[in-house]
């Protein structure tokens, strides 16, 4: 199967590198000509557009930072629809809105074309060593054709149904890592100014009723002071933002859902866009006039984890 991979950001990159590593024919396609040359150096194939990667490729996939861009990506004189044929496969692995997935989705069904959505989760670390969670929404043949992609990507592969159910749950997913990271920033205030020994609550919080993976992981930066979780707030706000848009087209009344959103508003306000989202626990830190700094933990994460082929769950 001949692979072609668009948008070589923070995640995308990694999720690329993981299939030139295992051996798989890869063409990739990024606004950044210094990473697709370095990718070239590896063995990948460059393309000038995502048409004529399209074009050379059994399966395109894109990983993108909006859904704006995806849509440009795909919808362009050059795009990628354009450049689709009978039996391709394209595979979102954006987080994306269900009903943006599914309008590009008939586009590319024109076309005779297969759609999938596919994003992951787990962390920046995790996709570096082909650890991360894989959820596919879309027609069962073609995940099944692709898993061998899929396995080496992540760990753990979850079919979640029909074309936009990943996308749904991935921002269900993001939200509540959303949440668990604001409650975070009240956990620390209330721990440092108790005068815990915070690497000692650290290790309490993990093995409590209380832990989380967003405390497994992302407390380890905050601790160190770094904040590097390599993932930024405008992307957090963009996730939170499209949990809460559903909500809203649904008909749900939420509570926590929108001050979440107006939380992540305000720390993008006061450190930036490219801020990296953990940094939103720094509004109580600012607000309290205190730190969370302890030493013995590191300031960026790495998964010591062994690589492994993945499995459908």
Known sequence: MKIGFIGLGNVGRKLAESLLRNKFDLTVRDLDENLMKNFKKFGAKIANSPKELAEQVDLIITCLPSTKICAEVMEATNGVINGLSENKIWLEMSTTDKSEVKRIGKKVISKKAIPLDGPVSGGCHRAATGNISIFVGGERSAFEKILPALTVMGRKVLHTGELGTASVLKVITNYLASVHLVALGEAWTVARKSNLDLS????????????????????????????????????????????????????????ISPKVVEIFKDGQKKYGSRAWSSMIVKRMEDINKINFRTSGFPEELIDNEIEETGYEI
């Open 200 to 255: 000692k609550t650290y290790k309490g919080i993990a093995v409590s009723s209380g832990n989380s993976f967003v405390h497994e992981t992302e407390s380890q930066v905050i601790l160190n002071g770094s904040y590097n979780i390599n993932f930024t707030m405008d992307l957090v706000l963009k996730d939170t933002s499209l949990f809460d848009d559903l909500a809203k087209k649904l008909n749900s009344s939420l509570e």
